[in-house]
Structures are given as structure tokens and as C-alpha cells.
């Protein structure tokens, strides 16, 4: 399984952005995918999670009521649009993907991962 992000980019607070994760190859074997990021010198943290069949989402602390993570299933493509953006969500973003269906925020459960996107939130 690929997975292959896109979106990041260069926003002031307060803003939006949207992330895109394509999955291919044998995405039959994919039961649940989410979002991690990574700031400079800190540990990769959980940002949200959604499960591939049935479309539960689970979210971070620290986006709840910004962040909403989507799919859909005929595209192979998972989605993460942020809203109320903030300096400190300035990181490396990463999609990953599981074949377990419960969404973990584990980063070592996780099978796959994508090369990630920056984003920068300036203040």
C-alpha cells in the first residue's frame, strides 16, 4: 500500500487548508487511516483517525472543533481540512494506514505511512 500526500503549504493564523492522502496498491487490506504530524524536536502526535468502512472519525485534544477528517472510498483518498489554524499546528503532516478497523493514535500501529506534507502556520 502508497500512500501520498498533498495540500500542505504556507497559511497565516487563522486560516485554512485542506490535506489529501491517495491510497494505492492492495487498499482492500486497509481498514482504518489517519493523520499524524510532526513539529521540529517534538514526538509524531495523533491529529485524527477515520475508519474505512463504516466512517468513524476520532480527533486529537488539540484540533477537536477545528480539524475534520473525511474519505471516500471510490476515490481511495482520505482528507483532512483545517480550519482556525494556529502556529503551533505548524508541522510535518502524515497519512497512515492499518488493517485493523479500530483507529489507533499509536504511531508503532500503524503499517503504512506517506513521505508527509509541511505545513506552516504564520503568526
Known amino acids: 500500500v502508497q500512500l501520498v500526500e498533498s495540500g500542505g503549504g504556507l497559511v497565516q493564523a487563522g486560516g485554512y487548508l485542506s490535506l489529501s492522502c491517495a491510497l494505492s496498491g492492495r487498499t482492500s487490506s486497509i481498514y482504518s487511516v489517519a493523520w499524524f504530524r510532526q513539529a521540529p524536536g517534538k514526538e509524531r502526535e495523533f491529529v485524527a483517525g477515520i475508519s474505512w468502512s463504516g466512517g468513524r472519525t476520532y480527533y486529537g485534544d488539540s484540533v477537536k472543533g477545528r480539524f475534520t477528517i473525511s474519505r471516500d472510498n471510490a476515490k481511495n483518498a482520505v482528507y483532512l481540512q483545517m480550519n482556525s489554524l494556529k502556529p503551533e499546528d505548524t508541522a510535518v503532516y502524515y497519512c497512515?494506514?492499518?488493517?485493523?478497523?479500530?483507529?489507533?493514535?499509536?504511531?508503532?500501529?500503524?503499517?503504512?505511512w506517506g513521505q508527509g506534507t509541511q505545513v506552516t502556520v504564520s503568526s
Open positions: 497512515a494506514a492499518r488493517s485493523v478497523v479500530i483507529v489507533s493514535e499509536w504511531v508503532d500501529e500503524y503499517d503504512y
